[in-house]
């Protein structure tokens, strides 16, 4: 298993690091795995989407743009995350049901939690570079994720 601290000793030159504004979600403290790449605003329809997709090796990375008015992930989102293989999902937003999430093996890191769904409309975009903690998240690119942080980059250190 890997460390983001010992990857930053080794690899700095090839990583970039996420600001640390994620709070942690989950049993799996760990995760690393291609990224996959949403932009959306309080519509959470591709995230569902792309959880519905086969996940192995992969990361789902929800730019939400920041929002804190509504969750993007809940229990059932997670329970089919899990289900179709995604090694972790970073959500630039909210999830809902904390409690049972956290009892499940799933590693999250999203901004905060709220109680209230979001919309449904299908709004959003799929695969394209998305921006927030400072870094720049690409599709296929790779990510590494501890208690201590998330780094980026363009190849696989693990």
């Given at each position: 298993m890997f460390?983001t601290?010992?990857l930053?000793?080794e690899y700095?030159?090839?990583?970039?690091c996420?600001?640390?504004?994620?709070r942690?979600?989950?049993n799996k403290?760990?995760f690393?795995?291609?990224?996959?790449?949403?932009?959306?605003?309080?519509?959470?329809?591709?995230?569902?989407?792309?959880?519905e997709?086969?996940g192995?090796?992969k990361?789902?990375?929800v730019?939400?743009?920041?929002s804190?008015?509504?969750a993007?992930?809940g229990d059932r989102l997670?329970?089919l995350?899990i289900q179709?293989?995604?090694?972790?999902i970073?959500?630039?937003?909210c999830?809902?049901?904390?409690?049972?999430?956290?009892?499940m093996?799933?590693?999250?890191?999203?901004l905060?939690?709220s109680p209230v769904?979001?919309?449904k409309?299908?709004?959003g975009?799929i695969?394209v570079?998305v921006?927030?903690?400072?870094v720049?998240f690409i599709?296929?690119?790779y990510?590494?994720v501890?208690h201590?942080?998330?780094?980026?980059?363009?190849q696989?250190l693990?």
């Open positions: 460390t601290a010992d930053w000793d700095h030159l090839q990583l970039t996420v600001d640390p504004i994620f942690p979600f989950g403290k760990a690393t795995g291609k990224i996959s790449t949403l932009k959306l605003f309080e519509d959470n329809s591709l995230v569902r989407k792309q959880l997709s086969d192995k090796g990361v789902l990375v730019d939400g743009g920041g804190l008015r509504c993007l992930v997670a329970t995350a179709n293989n995604w090694n972790g970073i959500i630039n937003g999830l809902r049901d904390s409690q049972p999430i956290n009892t093996n799933i590693g999250i890191r999203a905060n939690t769904k979001s919309i409309r299908n709004n975009e695969g570079a921006e927030f903690g400072g720049t599709q296929d690119e990510i590494y501890d201590d942080g998330i780094l980026i980059s363009k696989n693990v």
